[in-house]
Each structure stands twice: as structure tokens, then as C-alpha cells.
């Protein structure tokens, strides 16, 4: 990145944590700070000692979590990665006992297991050495051989560790149930890639689930088929439109439930500045699918409330899981394994804050990648007013009470491979806290129907308290885009309406991690100077509609 680059993308910054500091009312500052401790992952001592285990020593072996570590810079960066080195150390929380130190406690207390598998428990249980060594007592899957070795050969693998050791003359054992979901994630170790290598684990480790042979079959080849019509006439120029002006390397459209919600959607709907031409309807099979697939996502939105969230409570600003329904979807086309998209975040201004989206995947089976950017804070109210007198005001730091800078320790990213016919939520805590990709691949199994082809359809619910006519316009007469604070610890979650100009790309280089796109991979883009520098910060109720002053 070229010196005046940098020098932009700092001033930048300073703006949004100028602004994200500012007007701190000090008492509430420190339930905020409270709510962001006890809500991310503490798990520093953990990570940096966990860098120095042989973690990727385990074995290719199939069906189990594995740990790929990236050697150099260039490797990270060809992932198309942003992690900034510079940024780790400096302030990082509550001080912590090392993790050799929780080992050897843990070991005192569960003597007959390996270092690797208590280790893993540490991870799993967020450091917590009483959680872990409770997981290790009530766990039934410890066989006695497994409980007195020393060391574990071939894979120091977390299912191995949780899955019963099956006999293959039995029948397979039911899911795990019983196992809770941690929250906050565990993290996973700068530099890693975990693969993800069964539907079972993704919960664990990412804000999402996978469920595979989603639709019957004959549908999914169905719906492909139809999707692959749709294919030849997608445009690339679209990228920009849902805030990837890069030359993002794979084609799309949107889709909407019905033509006169088509009309409304080319008439205002903006994306980075501009409206959507290409709307289209959705297909048959898209109509039909509908139905199953909304009372799935209810179903399963139901649960994860009563078993992963704090206190059983749906998140706040999360719709209730009833009121979940589709009205709209971008379907992605990435045909041949070179076409990727880069790390982002999808756009929130018209979803609303902690948005459920679903994603159904069809033919070549690619590789998904996520990865955590920011801590998930379970209460996100802006607890005061909006003051418009911040409006465009490139501030400096306000006062005492502003707030620090929250060094992020970058984390590592998690893969899904998605096959034909899988679907995967991302969950309420995805697009807040998590950014994701589609990675290039290096060879593809081509598909019977759809060759070297892979079709992704997201669909979404898109608020109709959050119309084009319902948000706040800036001073350009644009309406605004929805985004969230990720780097001040004291405002860390709370929303804010941006001016959409400061939201676009031109070619150059990028490196603000409020951004919804990390621009990591080919064709650089910089944001565009300019706009009116609009901000104002963003109400929402319980559910998550917007409180309008
Ligand atoms: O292709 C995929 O699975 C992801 C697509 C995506 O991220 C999007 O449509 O925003
Ligand atoms: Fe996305």
C-alpha cells in the first residue's frame, strides 16, 4: 500500500472512532465495557501459547477437524486475508493464567487423558479449566483405551475426542445433543485455517450450521437447473452494487418474491450508491421451496435460542424466529475453480441487525471460509441519544471518557466445504461479528448437471421497517447504509447510518475494518474520497426495528 494509501485509510479510521467516541456517557460506557468482557472470547493466554503447539502436526485424516497452519505473510495474503500484524500485543484484558499453567491444572484433574486431548477441551470450553474438566467427566465418549493413553497417534482431533469410537458393526450413534454450543466461539489460532470436515462441528467453531441433502434430491437437481438458466445473462458489474467494486471474480443477480416488489427494488433500493437493475422473480422452484425451508430455519432458529444463546434468550435486535420469512436472494454463480469472492460482511441496511441468512448450495461443492473480526456483545442499545451535531464532523478524540481503541488479536478462519444440495444459516451473530469467503480452489470434482459450475442462493428477509422511504437520507439526498462499531471497546456492537459515498470503491487499496468488504483478492479497490461524511448513530427495538426520533 502506497504511503498517501495508508495515510487515507488511517484518516478514515480516525473518523469512525472519533465518532464512535464520542458523546460517551461514562456510566454507560462501563456496562458496555462490561457487556464486551463478558461476551468475547477470553482467550488470549490461549491463543499465543497455543501457536507454539505442533497443532498441525495431525494427520490427513478424513472426517475430522483438522488445523492448516500458514506459514508466511504472502500465504495469508494470497487468502486474501487482512491481518495486521502491527496491531497485535499492546492492551489485551483481563490478565489470564497461561495455558501451560490451566493444562497442568486440568491434567491434575483428569490424569488419564493426552495433553492434546486436554487441550482441546480448554479451546472448547473457552479456557475454563473447571467447564473443561466437567466436559471431560460427563462425557460418555471416552473409551478406557482412549482415557489411558498418553498421547493420541494419528489426529488430537476434537471428534475424535466427543464422538463415541464407533464399532463399524454398529448402528451409528444419535447426534450429540447433549453437547452445548459454546458462546462466545472459541478462537481460533492467528495463522490457522480449521477444516471443518463433518456438518457436526461447524456450530462449534463458527456462528453457523450446516445441514447437508437439504432438499429431496430430485428438487435440488430441479432448482440447479433452473438456476443454471438463469446463469448465462448474470453480470459481474453487480459486485459493486452489493459493495464488492472489486472485480470480484464470479457473476450474480437478485431476486424477489414477486414483481411488484421488483419494481419497488429497481426504483430504490440502493447498494454502494446505486439501485439494482437486474431484479429478478424468483424461479418455481424457488416458490416452492419457500415454505420448508422458512419453518426449517423457524425450527431451527427456535432451538439455538433455548440452547446456545445467554439466559435462553433470542439475541437482542434478532427477529423473533417466527417472524423469519423470505422475501428476497442474491444467487451466485462461480463457474471454474478460480471463481471466488473475497472476505465481507453482507450489507445490513435494509436486513436490520442481527439478520439469519440462508444459504443454499448447488453443484460443485466449494470451499467456504469464515472468520471472526470483531467480539459478539449481546446487548448493542445505544443508550443515548442520536446527536446531530456529530453530523459530518471529522472529529478528534473527544474527552475523558472516550473510548479506547479495541485491539482485535486476528484470528484464525474456519473452512466448510459445501456440497451439492447443503444448506448453511449463518446465524444472528454472523455479519456483525464474522466476515466470509468463498475461496479460490485448485481443482474441482465436476458436477453431473452442472460441470464446473457452483450456484449459491442466499436468501433473506428484508425488513419493511427498513425500506429505501424509511431510512435516514444523508446530506447527498442518498440513503444511508447500516454498519456497526467494531473497533472501540466502549461502543463496540452499537450502529450507526453512514453516508453510501463514503461507502464506495475505486481502484487502489483498503484496509478499514469497518468495511462490509475486505479486499483482499484481485482487482484492489479504495474507497472513494468524498461524500458528505454523514453518521448518525442507529436506534432499534428488541426485535430489531428501528426507533425513529
Ligand atoms: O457463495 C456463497 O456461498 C456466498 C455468497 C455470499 O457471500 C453472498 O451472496 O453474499
Ligand atoms: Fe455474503
Known sequence: MSKNNKLAAQKKRNFFEAFAKSKAPVVESSIAKKQVLEYAPNTTALRSNILKEDISNDEDTPGILQMEHHESKEDIDSLGQSIEENKEGGEEGEEEESTDFKLALLSSLQPSLSPETLLELLLTC???VSSASKLASSSSSLSPSKKQST???TQSSLSTFLSPLQDPNQPPPPPQSTR????????????????LTTPSQVPYYTPATLHPSFLPPDTANQLLRECLAEAPSFGKYEFRLFERNVSSPHTASFFVKDEEMAIRHRRGYMYNGSVLEDIRTFTPTMHKIIPHLESFIRSQLTSRISTVYPHGQKLKHMLPPQKWHITSAFMNCYDGAKQSVGWHSDQLTYLGP????????LGVEREFRLRRVAPVVVDTTVPFEPDSSLDGKEGEEEGGSAGKQWKWQSEGQASIHLPHNSLLIMHAECQESWKHSIHPANNIQPHPIAGGKRINITFRCYRESLRPDKIPKC?????CVLKTVQRVRERMGWYFWGCQVGNQWKDGD???NNDNYDNGGEGKGKKKEGGCG???????DDDGDPIWE
Do not use: E, M, Q
Not at 475 to 479: A, E, N
Open 354 to 361: 442481527r439478520t439469519v441468512i440462508a444459504s443454499i448450495s
Open 534 to 540: 454523514y453518521l448518525v448513530w442507529a436506534k432499534f
Open 510 to 512: 483498503n484496509d478499514d
Open 151 to 153: 498421547s493420541i497417534p
Open 475 to 479: 446530506k447527498c439526498g442518498v440513503g
Open 180 to 195: 452445548k454450543i459454546p458462546f462466545p466461539l472459541p478462537a481460533i489460532p492467528k495463522f490457522k485455517t480449521l477444516h
Open 126 to 128: 473457552n479456557g475454563s
